[in-house]
């Protein structure tokens, strides 16, 4: 691999990491690079000036200008990437990056780093070299995320603001004269004060869940008001609920809920155990509800609670298939004096947060659904499925009779115990031919409970499979596959149904997600 002779195409890659701290902003990093670019009197290719900003180098997935970068390498766009240091790349584990700067090197791709000028080499010992880096560089960003937890705790426990100000409220900053504005971070305190427009929205919220009664009412009348919901669009029931369940109305912050952790490349975040989780008190998010408000909008959000199952007694077999072909929200079912049948309906139409599709006739919907069920289940997936249920009914069927033989062991071992109690204390108060009788009696009780606590320990040695060994369970994902309608259609159409099985299913799931659907759906915004 030794460095090519000009003309040379470059692109260029930056990246920075907020909770990193230790480099030059992006524009920074292209600068530089850009300079460094003419300096070796290479080309750059403008399409490929490419940046991440606020993206962790540990994630390697989920960056898009890094992936968009490995696409085009792939394609043999340019070749040489000028970035800062190798750091810039990836932060990833060792063995993870150089497995990408072997495929980049395998399409003569290099990596040039500005502040080094010099190639990152894989070639020969400089492996050895690229690897202690790669280790060294990864170490360094585990330390900075550690720091950062500190510092964020830290600031926590003395009452600071660390995340993002929920609805309602804006993140400032106040200096330690007590002036409360957007100031830099440096020697001030993170504090939030009340947005102009979204607080008087907190009380109304409030206001409308006690008059109108229902989260999907209040939704639609906020809608109706033409007042932008949290994420700027329309209010959907979901947010009326998370605001008014959320603690942080009641004064109480809370932290440390979920966790980061990266597998496969990528960091993904998953729920803390409970002792990580902080709670602190800030008095300044309750928006002016009073204690009577506060117990009127609890007493009212548990009378409308309900236990959502997801076994596998579904009520109406196309709500967990179909999706509105507008939104892509899911369906729900809804009755009405005016029909005899019931209904599927976009479950966002009740807040009018989408037009919706109508109402389409529960017995129609289910028929296409069944329909195109049948067009895809092979006679070897059916086999499939009666194995794999047969055999959880097996495995069930096991522990079910081990649990039962268990308990019989138990339950006999003690009446053994009282039997041989009572024995003895006979044998003690009798003289004579029926103390001998007793005697014999004993024994025999003795040896039975020998051989009764012997099979009890040989069961407990064999603790049945408390899991599905082989297979995974047959669980029903909550989301199979989806049908989606046209907004004109009068009736649904089998042919609307994605491809289920398409090259992209995941191996694990029996049903596809639902990203592989090819026919008439839309991109699935909210899942
Ligand atoms: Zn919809």
Request: proline letters at 5%; a positive charge; aromatic letters at 6%.
């Amino acid at each position: 691999m030794t460095p090519k002779v000009a003309p040379i195409r470059a692109a260029i890659y930056a990246r920075f990491s907020h909770a990193e701290g230790d480099s030059d902003s992006v524009d920074v990093q292209t600068r530089q690079a850009k300079k460094a670019l003419e300096a070796n009197g290479w080309m750059l290719n403008e399409a490929y000036v490419l940046e991440d900003d606020g993206f962790s180098g540990r994630e390697m997935l989920r960056r898009p200008g890094l992936r968009r970068l490995l696409e085009a390498a792939a394609r043999g766009e340019f070749d040489v990437i000028v970035l800062r240091d190798l750091d810039r790349f990836s932060r990833s584990e060792p063995s993870r990056v150089l497995g990408e700067l072997q495929k980049l090197a395998d399409k003569g791709v290099q990596l040039w780093s500005y502040l080094k000028k010099a190639f990152v080499r894989i070639d020969e010992e400089h492996a050895l070299m690229t690897a202690f880096a790669t280790y060294g560089n990864r170490q360094e960003a585990v330390k900075a995320s550690g720091r950062i937890r500190d510092k964020l705790l830290d600031r926590e426990e003395e009452g600071g603001f660390t995340s993002c100000a929920p609805y309602g409220f804006l993140n400032r900053r106040r200096k330690p004269d007590g002036t409360i504005g957007e100031f830099p971070h440096k020697g001030t305190f993170s504090v939030v004060v009340r947005h102009p427009e979204q607080f008087p929205v907190l009380p109304l919220i409030a206001d409308l869940f006690l008059r109108l009664g229902t989260y999907n009412a209040v939704a639609a009348e906020l809608n109706r008001r033409k007042i932008p919901s949290p994420a700027g669009r329309h209010w959907a029931a979901k947010s009326v609920t998370n605001i008014l369940a959320n603690p942080a109305y009641r004064g109480k912050l809370v932290r440390g809920r979920t966790v980061s952790c990266e597998q496969g490349g990528t960091l993904s975040r998953t729920d803390a155990p409970e002792q990580n989780v902080r709670v602190y008190d800030h008095p300044e998010l309750r928006p002016d509800w009073d204690e009577v408000t506060l117990a009127c909008i609890d007493a009212q959000m548990a009378a409308r609670s309900r236990v959502t199952t997801w076994g596998p007694g579904r009520k109406h077999l196309s709500s967990s298939f179909v999706k509105c072909g507008l939104c892509g929200s899911s369906v729900s079912i809804t009755s009405s004096s005016r029909s005899t049948s019931k209904a599927y309906c976009c479950t966002k139409a009740r807040s009018k947060a989408c037009e919706g599709i109508g109402y389409r006739a529960e017995h129609a919907v289910d028929a296409a659904v069944r329909a195109a069920c049948a067009s895809v289940l092979t006679d070897k997936i059916l086999a499939r499925v009666s194995d794999t249920i047969r055999e959880t009914f097996d495995v069930r069927r096991r522990i079910e009779t081990e649990e039962i033989e268990r308990a019989r062991l138990t339950r006999a071992i003690a009446t053994a115990e009282r039997h041989i109690k009572s024995t003895h204390e006979l044998a003690l108060d009798s003289e004579g031919v029926e103390r001998d009788h007793h005697r014999v009696s004993l024994r025999d009780q003795l040896a039975r409970l020998k051989d009764l606590q012997m099979a009890a320990a040989k069961a407990e040695a064999s603790p049945a499979p408390t899991n599905w060994v082989g297979h995974s369970a047959p669980t029903v994902s909550a989301k199979p596959f989806y049908v989606s309608f046209e907004g004109s259609a009068r009736s649904c159409r089998p042919e609307a149904l994605c491809n289920p099985f398409s090259p992209n299913r995941s191996s694990r799931s029996w049903f596809p997600k639902s990203g592989s659907c090819v026919n008439r759906t839309r991109p699935l915004n909210d899942s």
